[in-house]
């Protein structure tokens, strides 16, 4: 059962316009929110997250937006940019047994970014 | 800082065989976190280690096991290697927990 939901595989944008993300999740017990990006060959590299508390979060051209009625969160880049091109990956925390905290990741939604 | 090093990168084994991976986190973390990435599964969670002992550990069979040694350099064993355990295996590192996980750059382990 996939508690972390990024539906859509693969993200097609032309350079300058927005990238909008999407990420569905089940467990209302989330309390964090993680974005992260990866490049072929390489490690997952964080990129922005947003606490439950919040419904907003921005870092230059990125935005994450939380709408936790909906369980649902966004990841807007704007303008969207060739170097964006990338798997973008979804991760939601969750506080376990002995205060211990767990990563829920995603699939990924590859996005390709078109000069 | 030096980053998350993962070694070897690329790995050739046969079924049947094991195989020991290794990560340096970097220093001054003491959680590492160990993930496999196959297409269409995404990311699964290993096992986490922190301080030399397993926190919390995913849904993988007994034939991965991990360690983390006392400078919190940790490996990762599979043993009796299946087809099925061809993946790229992500290390990740962090002061106390996935917060600000900062990963290597992976070991593409292939079973032929």
């Known amino acids: 059962d996939q508690q972390v939901k990024q539906n859509s595989p693969s993200l097609s944008v032309q350079e300058g316009r927005i990238s909008i993300l999407n990420c569905d999740y089940t467990n209302s017990m989330f309390d964090y929110f993680l974005w992260y990006k990866k490049y072929p060959a390489e490690g997952p590299t964080f990129l922005i997250s947003i606490s439950s508390i919040k419904d907003k979060n921005e870092d230059g051209r990125f935005t994450v937006f939380l709408n936790k009625s909906a369980k649902h969160l966004s990841l807007h880049i704007v303008p969207s940019q060739p170097g964006d091109s990338a798997v973008y990956f979804c991760?939601?925390?969750?506080?376990?047994?002995?205060?211990?905290?767990?990563?829920?990741w995603g699939l990924g939604t590859s996005l390709a970014v078109n000069p | 800082k030096a980053g998350v090093t993962q070694t070897p990168r690329y790995l050739i084994k046969t079924r049947g065989q094991q195989v020991t991976l290794s990560c340096s986190p970097i220093s001054g973390h003491r959680s590492v976190s160990w993930y496999q990435q196959t297409p269409g599964q995404g990311l699964q969670f290993l096992f986490e280690?922190?301080?030399?002992?397993?926190?919390n550990k995913g849904n993988f069979p007994g034939r991965f096991s991990g360690r983390q040694f006392s400078n919190s350099r940790s490996e990762m064993n599979v043993s009796t290697l299946e087809l099925g355990d061809s993946a790229l295996y992500l290390c990740?590192?962090?002061?106390?927990?996935?917060?600000?996980?900062?990963f290597g750059s992976g070991t593409r382990l292939t079973v032929v």
């Open positions: 991760a939601a925390s969750i506080s376990g047994a002995g205060n211990n905290r767990k990563l829920i």
């Open positions: 990740a590192s962090s002061l106390i927990g996935h917060e600000g996980y900062t």
């Open positions: 280690y922190f301080s030399e002992t397993q926190r």
